[in-house]
């Protein structure tokens, strides 16, 4: 898994949400990346940590008229194996960085995500054992040198190319 991976496909509409604001219907948020706005989704893992940065990279169109929301979101992730192909997923803290942010403070914006042992707990009262199952997982379905596959716990798919 070591390095970057860019996103082929996904079935999850989500992945690219925060990047949506264009609307194309009358629901409160938007259904479409506004024209001009490029995405790139992708990933970089060290394996030797076990860290993974899931981002989402945008670029044209403009901040000022809230048609690109953020320059990049950046998502750190640890990764641990629990099998030969599930991970466990611990969302540790996210990033956001805005050049058109109108206060110097959210130019650079970091978060951090609760304690893996929250999730835990939160497992645990939910009637499953998190070494097994825990809250956020993916199994990998297919994996070469180039091409990854793998399933989240939800059932969303995503297939991945080295970058």
Known sequence: LNGPWKLLFT???????????????DKKFG????QGVQVKTGQRITASNGECVNYIQLSGGDT??????????????????????????DFRKGRVLNGG?????????????????????VARLRGMDPSVEPQAYFDILYIDEEIRAHRTGEGKIFVQRRD
């Open 11 to 25: 079935n999850a509409k989500d992945a690219e949400a925060p990047a949506r604001t264009e609307k194309n219907n």
């Open 31 to 34: 259904d479409e990346v506004a």
């Open 64 to 89: 000022e008229s809230g048609k690109r929301p953020f320059d990049q979101l950046e998502i750190t992730i640890q990764m641990t194996p629990l099998s030969d192909t599930r991970v466990r997923l």
């Open 101 to 121: 942010a109108p206060l110097d403070f959210f130019k650079d914006f970091t978060f951090n995500f609760p304690p893996p042992s929250f999730n835990d707990l």
